[in-house]
């Protein structure tokens, strides 16, 4: 599964954007789409993942009232729509897949495959 993400950027405090993650080769299996990121300094953390029917998804509990994923499987695009940005959400963002085998599998993604990661700066 090749993965190439976009809409990262620079943006205020309480701004918002939407990143983008285009899936090609192997989505004709059931995968996995998710989101994580990696600040400067910092090890790379789990945001969010939404299972291979869209049906199930989830946030972690730190940005959930602030971040939202969805996926559109016609365009084999997974979205993190992220809303009131913080400067401490500054990092590089990747998005990530697998093969799912469990409906669970979204609360506690790996990532398998890997794309190139976007950049996203919060400051004013």
């Known amino acids: 599964v090749q993965l190439q993400a976009s809409g990262g950027g620079s943006v205020q405090p309480g701004g918002s954007l939407k990143l983008s993650c285009v899936a090609s080769?192997?989505?004709?299996?059931?995968?996995?789409l998710g989101w994580f990121r990696q600040a400067p300094g910092k090890e790379r953390e789990f945001l969010a993942a939404?299972?291979?029917?869209?049906?199930?998804?989830h946030v972690v509990d730190s940005v959930k009232a602030r971040f939202a994923i969805s996926r559109d499987n016609a365009k084999n695009t997974v979205y993190l729509q992220m809303n009131s940005l913080k400067p401490e959400d500054t990092a590089v963002y990747y998005c990530?897949?697998?093969?799912?085998?469990?409906?669970?599998?979204?609360?506690?993604?790996?990532?398998?495959?890997w794309g190139q990661g976007t950049l996203v700066t919060v400051s004013s």
């Open positions: 939404v299972g291979w029917t869209g049906e199930t998804s």
């Open positions: 080769g192997g989505t004709d299996s059931r995968i996995l």
């Open positions: 990530a897949a697998e093969v799912q085998t469990s409906r669970a599998q979204v609360v506690r993604m790996r990532g398998a495959y």
